[in-house]
């Protein structure tokens, strides 16, 4: 799709300064943009660099001034360039039509402009929205209810009676709806907890690829509306993760725990069972938490403490080389003075 920079300006509102008949062919970043392709700079680290980029036009903030060349002043630069992005990749097409490959168990049921691509199997009494999209090797337990606007990538498993709200989208490899970790102690052995609940998930939802979403011991697990993840996310039996929160890659919550709303767990984090995180929490990269997590709270390290306390911490860890020389010398003055004393 190629689009003049007026016409651009106009559907995004903005405010257009140069060659509005520019044609404007895609979209890429600063500095890997070419002759005939649009770009952002929504701060002071690119704006002072307009010069070096070979974008045929920028996207700039409404407040920027002394600027020159083809530009689009816009509220928020960042925004208008996802927005303008789905214009040039509006994504795949729903074809409406169903593989021969396909399996389809009984009584199943679909709405309007559905896609099932080879080797995807559909168990019984399973029902799917409009708009569906389900690409190659996808499998759909019994039972399971697919909202409007989903779209399955490849090899991705949702087991028996699993929830799917709509506008969700499903990346590669995942599995919703496996046992959750549950086993009761026996002498030398284990034994097995039978998991009879689901996995719910709400609407405009977007899970990564691989990622392992356990269904509830009883009852459910529940990822809300808005709700994002990562790659490599696992999400354990009875979990509860708040609207427009954010998991980031590697992720381990633990069974029974609740993520409150728009809470950011960055790479690596691991919290442990029976837990509470307040809502607009963040915690950093690969801490551990051990206890529940106030409302708001800024969280870093292993276990998890308030985020400037642990980089006060990191100063001291830095400096333990040359204290425990210090505390040696320290030492050995205080042993000649005491055989001086004797």
Same mark, same amino acid.
């Given at each position: ?118 080797? /995807?199997? &559909?168990? %019984?009494?399973?029902?799917? !929205? @409009? *708009? $569906?999209? +389900?690409?190659?090797?996808?499998? #759909? =337990? ?13 090899? /991705?498993? &949702?087991? %028996?009676?699993?929830?799917? !709200? @709509? *506008? $969700?989208? +499903?990346?590669?490899?995942?599995? #919703? =709806? ?165």
């Amino acid at each position: 799709m190629d689009m003049t920079l007026a016409v651009i300006a106009e559907k995004l509102g903005g405010r257009l300064s140069g060659d509005g008949h520019k044609i404007i062919t895609g979209m890429a970043s600063f500095d890997q943009a070419m002759e005939s392709e649009l770009c952002f700079a929504d701060d002071s680290r690119y704006l002072v660099r307009l010069g070096e980029t070979k974008a045929a036009a920028v996207l700039v903030p409404e407040e920027a001034l002394n600027l020159s060349g083809n530009l689009i002043y816009v509220k928020n630069p960042r925004m208008a360039f996802v927005s303008l992005s789905r214009l040039f990749n509006p994504g795949p097409v729903i074809r409406d039509r169903i593989h021969p490959s396909v399996c389809v168990g009984n009584h199943v049921s679909w709405g309007k402009n559905v896609e099932l691509r080879s080797g /995807v199997v &559909i168990g %019984d009494k399973v029902s799917l !929205g @409009s *708009r $569906v999209l +389900i690409y190659p090797n996808v499998v #759909i =337990g019994d039972g399971v209810i697919l909202g409007d606007d989903v779209m399955i990538y490849p090899n /991705v498993t &949702i087991l %028996d009676r699993c929830v799917i !709200g @709509s *506008r $969700v989208t +499903i990346h590669a490899g995942t599995v #919703i =709806g496996s046992d959750g970790f549950g086993f009761v102690p026996e002498g030398q052995q284990y034994t097995k907890i039978p998991h009879t609940g689901i996995v719910r998930i709400g609407d405009d939802v977007e899970i990564g690829a691989s990622n392992t979403i356990d269904r509830g011991t009883h009852g459910e697990t529940r990822i809300k509306n808005g709700v994002k993840t990562d790659n490599l996310v696992h999400v354990g039996h009875n979990v509860e993760v708040g609207e427009n929160t954010l998991l980031v890659a590697q992720v381990g919550i633990a069974g029974s725990s609740v993520i409150g709303d728009h809470v950011i767990l960055a790479g690596q984090v691991g919290v442990s069972g029976h837990l509470t995180i307040g809502n607009n929490a963040v915690i950093g990269p690969k801490a551990g938490v051990i206890k529940s997590v106030d409302a708001g709270a800024v969280l870093s390290g292993v276990p998890a403490i308030p985020h400037k306390q642990w980089m006060k911490a990191q100063i001291v860890v830095s400096q333990l080389p040359e204290l425990k020389k210090k505390l040696g010398a320290h030492a050995k003055r205080l042993k000649e003075l005491e055989e001086k004393g004797d």
